[in-house]
């Protein structure tokens, strides 16, 4: 499997539940990224997380990582139709010599809000 | 999609010729990339560049090329050696040059088609 793989690929909820996202992914990071992409459009950044950090909010948004288990959450409270989209995590590896490190993205999850 | 652009929206080719995708930023990042979005998947590295004058193949390189001659701009040519190029792709920028460890900032999106 690869670098950031998010479960559910697909998440269909009605508006006002929460929405929870997973990552997981397979070597050491040095942070965890979160984003949104509306259909046809680019990528919109929403949380960035380091591997020392266990949890971080952002208005309705929580990411938590837990780098043991190499998994990280994303939870959408009092989901609204506008969160329609779909949710990619990416990876950055711990720094190196060569300085050739890359984000990796994961394949995404469709989430679908119901009105 | 923040200071981002990219053009056009939507672009036609016959297979067999060049095609130059634009992208500009006013952001002041050091920091471009280029990416490659297929139907369902996630983002594929094409090229980066981390400097004016400078870039590196990502992991998708071969058939495409790029130049970095103005921080602002960092456009990039799909070339008729690209065996599959109809796809979204997409360009973004970072405030650093310290590889992936900020968040990236996202064009629109440029949506091709070769035919």
């Known amino acids: 499997s690869q670098q950031g793989e998010e479960d559910p690929q697909a998440l269909s909820i009605q508006e006002g539940e929460n929405a929870t996202m997973n990552c997981s992914y397979k070597?050491?990071?040095?942070?965890l990224q979160w984003y949104r992409q509306n259909s046809g459009r680019g990528l919109v950044h929403l949380i960035l997380i380091r591997s020392n950090e266990r949890e971080k909010h952002s208005g309705r948004l929580r990411v938590t990582l837990d780098t043991s288990k190499k998994s990280s959450s994303l939870l959408i409270t009092a989901s609204r139709a506008a969160d329609t989209a779909s949710y990619f995590c990416?990876?950055?590896?711990?720094?190196?010599?060569?300085?050739?490190?890359?984000?990796?993205f994961g394949t995404g999850t469709r989430l679908t809000i119901i009105p | 999609d923040g200071g981002i652009t990219q053009s056009p929206k939507y672009l036609f080719r016959k297979e067999g010729q060049n095609v130059t995708l634009s992208c500009e930023q006013n952001?002041?990042?050091?920091?471009m990339y280029w990416y490659r979005q297929d139907p369902g998947q996630g983002l594929r590295l094409i090229y980066y560049s981390q400097i004016v004058n400078d870039f590196q193949k990502g992991d998708i390189a071969e058939g495409y090329s790029v130049s970095r001659e103005k921080k602002e701009s960092f456009p990039l040519t799909v070339t008729s050696a690209q065996k599959n190029p109809t796809a979204f792709y997409l360009c973004a920028s970072s405030i650093a040059n310290t590889g992936p460890f900020f968040e990236q900032y996202f064009g629109p999106g440029t949506r091709l088609t070769v035919t």
């Open positions: 070597t050491s990071i040095n942070n």
């Open positions: 990416a990876t950055a590896p711990k720094p190196s010599n060569f300085g050739n490190e890359k984000l990796t």
């Open positions: 952001l002041n990042h050091d920091a």
